[in-house]
């Protein structure tokens, strides 16, 4: 098992920049693709980008890809998630997560890792 923490969220106006990050620690935790999801207040769970094992494929969700970064450090042991442009609707609690495998995915149910969220708001 993986355990995951996440950090770097906060309160930003319309526009700003935040980088989350998250530390994973246990068993190979570096051979595993990851991801992050956000949750907005009475919405599902969401696919925001993912991450291949080694960094070498990455997965957005389309309304982020031109906005959001997603990228690792495996001598770290982190994941990075860079947000620029931040929107309202970008307002929700982010989760990272490991993957069973390898290669990323955008179902939430090929994750079986989970961190315990961090919040970002955007105020307009």
């Known amino acids: 098992q993986v355990q995951l923490v996440e950090s770097g969220g906060g309160l930003v106006q319309a526009g700003s920049s935040l980088r989350l990050s998250c530390v994973a620690s246990?068993?190979?935790?570096?051979?595993?693709?990851m991801g992050w999801f956000r949750q907005a207040p009475g919405k599902e769970r969401e696919f925001v980008a993912a991450?291949?094992?080694?960094?070498?494929?990455?997965l957005n969700e389309d309304s982020v890809k031109d906005r959001f970064t997603v990228s690792r450090d495996n001598a770290k042991n982190t994941l990075y998630l860079q947000m620029n442009s931040l929107k309202p609707e970008d307002t929700a609690v982010y989760y990272c997560?490991?993957?069973?495998?390898?290669?990323?995915?955008?179902?939430?149910?090929?994750?079986?890792?989970w961190g315990q969220g961090t919040q970002v708001t955007v105020s307009s």
């Open positions: 997560a490991s993957q069973r495998g390898i290669w990323p995915t955008r179902s939430r149910y090929d994750y079986d890792s």
């Open positions: 991450i291949s094992w080694n960094g070498g494929e990455i």
């Open positions: 246990g068993r190979s935790a570096s051979n595993k693709a």
